[in-house]
């Protein structure tokens, strides 16, 4: 049962664009969403998180958007650099434990 | 250092073979989580400790897995009879949960485990 869906296991964007990845949740429980990055033989490292209670959240080049009522989030990456290539994962929590996507694969190229 | 360390970072296991996983995590985080990541996928939960408590567990996969975290800090992640299927790394994750305030969690490196 997969409650958080990342349906785009890749993206591939110019330097200096935006990068928009988007994150699917189907628990209406789920009351705060976190944004993890990977890089390889690494634990997954926080983002950017967001409440319920908010719309948005903006640190620096990165803004989540969160409409709860499409059950949908999205980050925001902008400009893209090429350091930003990892693999980006959602999270979602309801209380406790954290459902976590597939991950999306980004890739900034120079 | 002030992370959350797992040990061992690699661990290869004959099938059928019993093994331990470990988990250290900040000093002071409530929380406790483990994951099971397979190749390409995201991380799956298997279960959750709140200080010594272990208040959800419905993601380990079999009676086979089994979680504990005794005093509230390091936390073990014993696989008993280990299957081929098994082989993934295993992640363990800490937040600190002030208050009832909802912190990130902070990952460590991992154990890849593989059964042969």
């Known amino acids: 049962d997969q409650q958080v869906k990342q349906n785009s296991p890749s993206l591939s964007v110019q330097e200096g664009r935006i990068s928009i990845l988007n994150c699917d949740y189907t628990?209406?429980?789920?009351?705060?969403f976190l944004w993890y990055k990977k890089y390889p033989a690494e634990g997954p490292t926080f983002l950017i998180s967001?409440?319920?209670?908010?719309d948005k959240n903006e640190d620096g080049r990165f803004t989540v958007f969160l409409n709860k009522s499409a059950k949908h989030l999205s980050l925001h990456i902008v400009p893209s650099q090429p350091g930003d290539s990892a693999v980006y994962f959602c999270?979602?929590?309801?209380?406790?434990?954290?459902?976590f996507g597939a991950g999306t694969r980004l890739t900034v190229k120079p | 250092g002030a992370g959350v360390s797992q040990s061992p970072r690699y661990k290869v296991a004959k099938r059928g073979q019993d093994v331990a996983l470990r988990c250290d995590p900040i000093?002071?985080?409530?929380?406790l989580f483990w994951y099971q990541q397979a190749l390409g996928q995201g991380p799956e939960f298997l279960t959750y400790?709140?200080?010594?408590?272990?208040?959800?567990k419905s993601g380990l996969p079999s009676d086979r897995f089994f979680a504990e975290r005794p005093e509230g800090s390091v936390s073990t992640l014993k696989i008993q009879r280990t299957q081929q299927e098994d082989s993934a790394v295993y992640l363990c994750?800490?937040?600190?949960?002030?208050?009832?305030?909802?912190?990130?969690?902070?990952f460590g490196q991992g154990t890849r485990l593989t059964v042969v």
């Open positions: 999270a979602a929590s309801a209380g406790g434990d954290m459902r």
């Open positions: 967001i409440s319920s209670i908010k």
């Open positions: 000093s002071g985080h409530v929380s």
């Open positions: 994750a800490s937040s600190l949960e002030v208050g009832g305030a909802r912190t990130e969690a902070f």
């Open positions: 628990n209406s429980m789920f009351d705060y």
């Open positions: 400790f709140q200080n010594e408590a272990q208040l959800d």
